[in-house]
Antibody, heavy 115, light 107 residues
Framework: QVQLVESGGGVVHPGGSLRLSCATSGFSFSGYDMQWVRQAPGKGLEWVTHIRYDGSSEDYGDSVRGRFTISRDNSKNTLYLEMNSLRGEDTALYYC????????WGQGTLVTVSS | DIQMTQSPSSLSASAGDTVTITCRASQGIRSALGWFQQRPGKAPRRLIHAASSLQNGVPSRFSGSGSGTEFTLTISSLQPEDFATYYCLQYNTFPLTFGGGTKVELK
């Protein structure tokens, strides 16, 4: 079955950087668009970024554009999110999600930005 | 950006009731809309895609309808496990946008 396992979350100071990974299995990763969605504590869902199945294009939400970079390694079935210049408002649970229509979700990895 | 206005933000209902949640898009999104359920402490799961197509394994008491700018999720005969928060997502146009959520609580 489809499995998405996020890792790399943790506590980081404002202005710091973090790299999230999402290891996938159970489906043909190289044929699927992927994305990251986040959820701040006690808040709703916020779309973060999307990458095409072949890595040929990416899209970003306004709040992260220029600071976050999505990438993928189809040989390793793994999705990444490089996060720079982190702010307090980036504190959230980050979910790895398959396809543009968001059909499968991982369990999330928590990023806390705090001094 | 397309705004997704979801209503109500919360509702109280009893087991066995039928409830309806609405999402309104600020511009037309054809049928590129999904509905998601999130139970406390759990990841969201998709219930409906393409506005009205039931996800495999989701009970038939969940149904979706609409196209263009107006969409509804109906839950017939609420079960105890249905008390959760529900979100819509438009995936027609980047940036993708979620509705604000509807918390379905036990009356």
């Amino acid at each position: 079955q489809v499995q998405l396992v996020e890792s790399g979350g943790g506590v980081v100071h404002p202005g710091g950087s973090l790299r999230l990974s999402c290891a996938t299995s159970g489906f043909s990763f190289s044929g699927y668009d992927m994305q990251w969605v986040r959820q701040a504590p006690g808040k709703g869902l916020e779309w973060v970024t999307h990458i095409r199945y072949d890595g040929s294009s990416e899209d970003y939400g306004d709040s992260v554009r220029g600071r976050f970079t999505i990438s993928r390694d189809n040989s390793k079935n793994t999705l990444y999110l490089e996060m720079n210049s982190l702010r307090g408002e980036d504190t959230a649970l980050y979910y790895c999600v398959t396809s543009r229509g968001a059909d499968y979700w991982g369990q999330g990895t928590l990023v806390t930005v705090s001094s | 950006d397309i705004q997704m206005t979801q209503s109500p933000s919360s509702l109280s209902a009893s087991a066995g009731d039928t409830v309806t949640i609405t999402c309104r898009a600020s511009q037309g999104i054809r049928s590129a809309l999904g509905w998601f359920q999130q139970r406390p402490g759990k990841a969201p799961r998709r219930l409906i895609h393409a506005a009205s197509s039931l996800q495999n394994g989701v009970p038939s008491r969940f149904s979706g309808s609409g196209s263009g700018t107006e969409f509804t999720l109906t839950i017939s005969s609420l079960q105890p496990e249905d008390f959760a928060t529900y979100y819509c997502l438009q995936y027609n146009t980047f940036p993708l946008t979620f509705g604000g959520g509807t918390k379905v609580e036990l009356k």
